[in-house]
């Protein structure tokens, strides 16, 4: 959600820092890694039971992901094992800083309560995953409630006091599952609007080639046919096409037989007559002998 609406903002802010950065010799696989050894050290804090010291733990976590992309326009050194890089570390990032709150939680004897940050990672996976499926399909799949950068303020706060850890977990829990659901109906009416889009795609170049070439299958059924017809799958039309052509073929076998058992049974009634206008001849001459 923040990212959505500051993000512009956030760029032009950056954008010197990067500069100055590059001029210093700072990489953006520097500042990746240097974040996720912040994560390792905030896991370690926090399972410590020293939830106050995770918060600027938590900000030098976090702030890498602010000047990475900068860092990496400002040097020209965007590539994609940089952007893979950073996707991973991320998701190693979420896993160490979760897995530290819930050591915190085994070591203040909450029982049960310790598996969830194990279900509030589970979801925040689910988050990263439809993104990067959707953006693989075509689809943006961008925004929610609790994005990467809503996640760090939220954690943040839960390590404020460790009386109210407990409940803003629980409705860190709640808010990522919204998002999740959020996400996947977005991105499922995107899928469903792209499929009609592609089959419509699809029906039209098949009609062009169809006014091109007579002979292409289902170019008569789709000059004939209603429009929900033309939606049907093209193996359908190609099926009903070689059917349509087999029985041409079997039609075309059964009228050849036909003629050549009529030219037959032609030849044998003209060699008949012949035979006997033979047999007429004899017996005439026998009678004139």
Do not use: C
Not at 51 to 76: C, E, N, R, T, Y
Not at 86 to 108: E, K, N, Q, T
Not at 248 to 275: C, P, T
Request: glycine residues 8%.
């Amino acid at each position: 959600m923040l990212d959505g609406r500051w993000r512009k903002g956030v760029d032009k802010s950056t954008k010197p820092v990067g500069k100055f950065l590059v001029r210093l010799g700072v990489k953006a696989n520097h500042l990746t890694l240097f974040g996720l050894a912040m994560s390792a050290v905030l896991a370690v804090v926090v399972g410590s039971g020293h939830l106050i010291w995770g918060i600027p733990l938590l900000f030098l976590a976090g702030l890498p992901d602010l000047f990475d992309g900068p860092v990496a326009k400002a040097s020209s050194s965007a590539s994609v094992r940089g952007a893979f890089l950073d996707s991973v570390s991320d998701r190693v990032s979420d896993a160490l800083m979760f897995s530290g709150v819930a050591w915190y939680l085994i070591r203040a004897h909450e029982g049960e309560l310790a598996l969830l940050p194990v279900a509030i990672l589970s979801v925040t996976y689910l988050i990263s995953y439809q993104r990067s499926k959707a953006e693989s399909l075509g689809i943006s799949a961008k925004g929610g409630l609790m994005e990467r950068a809503e996640r760090f303020i939220l954690l943040g706060a839960a390590f404020l006091s460790p009386q109210g850890l407990v409940p803003v977990l629980w409705v860190f829990l709640g808010l990522v599952s919204i998002t999740a659901i959020g996400r996947f109906r977005r991105v499922w009416i995107s899928a469903a609007s792209t499929d009609d889009a592609s089959t419509e795609t699809m029906v039209s170049a098949v009609a062009m080639r169809s006014r091109k070439v007579g002979w292409l299958p289902g170019s008569r059924a789709l000059q004939s046919t209603s429009t929900l017809h033309q939606r049907e799958p093209i193996e359908e039309r190609l099926r009903a096409w070689r059917i349509e052509r087999l029985d041409r073929r079997r039609a075309a076998k059964e009228s050849h037989r036909v003629k050549r058992e009529d030219r037959r049974m032609r030849r044998n009634g003209e060699w008949r007559s012949q035979v006997g206008k033979i047999k007429a001849w004899r017996t005439s001459s026998k009678a004139t002998r």
